[in-house]
């Protein structure tokens, strides 16, 4: 298996932009999992699903963040506008049977946004 | 306070020393511990993964687990350049799927 998939791995855009990041999780897995991290909040968990529906969004820092995941090889995360305190590495993880551990979060490269 | 404490480093350390990694927690509902070896522009990926409490080895990494204390280890023997990365601690209790994460801390191992 290719393993998490994100794209782009890099994004500078404008504020007040919509950016749009996407994940491709490992096929088979039903859990996907959203995170953010930066130098001085760490890896944070933004929202996550499981068979494509959203369990938790506690997360996800405001209303110009939203997420969706349409099916179960597809998800994306949008912010709309963006602005330059959203600027982070953003992950996408997967989690589900056919892994060694059914538990365990399988990290994609992540999506490295800079909003200037 | 956060959840989970780690010291943020950076760890400079010569090459085949022994390595002491932890963290330190506050909610005494964890009970699955993880850590996680993240390379530079890297995701993380999952290096050790124990069940309550004592110690699992694997090769040059050993994880040790004291819940009374509410503190995680991770050591690594002979160290090699190889191991520069930041390492994270993560864990959950028995209910659901989220993972805490702990800060991580830089290590460098020298040549």
């Known amino acids: 298996d290719a393993g998490v998939i994100q794209s782009p791995r890099h994004e500078v855009t404008e504020m007040g932009q919509e950016v749009t990041l996407r994940c491709k999780p490992i096929?088979?897995?039903?859990?996907l999992f959203w995170y953010r991290q930066t130098m001085m909040r760490g890896l944070e968990l933004l929202i996550y699903?499981?068979?494509?529906?959203?369990?938790?969004d506690s997360g996800m820092p405001e209303d110009r963040f939203s997420a969706k995941m349409p099916n179960a090889s597809f998800s994306t995360l949008k912010i709309q506008p963006s602005e330059p305190r959203d600027s982070a590495v953003y992950f996408c993880a997967s989690q589900g049977p056919g892994a060694i551990r059914t538990d365990t979060q399988y990290f994609g490269p992540g999506t490295r946004l800079t909003v200037l | 306070q956060k959840e989970v404490e780690q010291d943020p480093g950076p760890l400079s350390v010569p090459e085949g020393a022994i390595v002491s990694l932890n963290c330190t927690y506050s909610?005494?509902?964890?009970?699955?511990f993880m850590w996680y070896r993240q390379y530079s522009r890297k995701g993380p990926e999952l290096l050790m993964y124990?069940?309550?409490?004592g110690n699992k080895e694997d090769g040059r990494f050993t994880a040790q687990v004291d819940k009374s204390s509410k503190y995680i280890s991770l050591f690594i023997r002979d160290s090699q350049p190889s191991d520069s990365a930041t390492y994270l601690c993560?864990?959950?209790?028995?209910?659901?799927?989220?993972?805490?994460f702990g800060g991580g801390t830089r290590l460098m191992v020298k040549p």
């Open positions: 124990t069940y309550s409490s």
């Open positions: 909610n005494s509902a964890f009970q699955y």
């Open positions: 993560a864990m959950k209790g028995n209910a659901g799927n989220m993972l805490t």
């Open positions: 096929s088979g897995h039903d859990y």
């Open positions: 699903f499981n068979n494509n529906v959203p369990i938790d």
